[in-house]
């Protein structure tokens, strides 16, 4: 599992550019509309801020490092969704997802 996930140089450098955006402009989580936590450095708290997929990274891998899918959310949140569709609601307890591939 988790192997389309990658790493590169130029997505780093995509995603700081990202946070520091948001964190300009103290964009809320997309997941649950809270505020982030911007001061928490990435990853290191449930309130800190990661960088959350529109589309799955694991669904669509191809769109990884494409900016207009970024969104920013809780580490907790990113954590909760896990590779979930876009639009689906955290936090209801229904485990009818659609699966479409
Ligand atoms: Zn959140």
Known sequence: MAGARKSTR??????????????????PCWLCGMPIDYDAPP???D????????????KRPDLQEDPAGF?????????????RDPM??????????IAND
Not at 12 to 26: I, T
């Open 10 to 27: 130029r997505f780093q450098k995509a995603k700081l550019q990202f946070r520091e955006r948001c964190a300009r402009d103290n964009a």
């Open 43 to 45: 990853g290191t708290t």
């Open 47 to 58: 309130e800190s801020f990661e960088l959350d997929h529109y589309y799955p990274v694991s």
């Open 71 to 83: 969104r920013p959310s809780h580490a907790s949140c990113n954590l909760l969704r896990g590779n």
């Open 88 to 97: 689906q609601p955290i936090g209801m307890l229904s485990r009818q997802w």
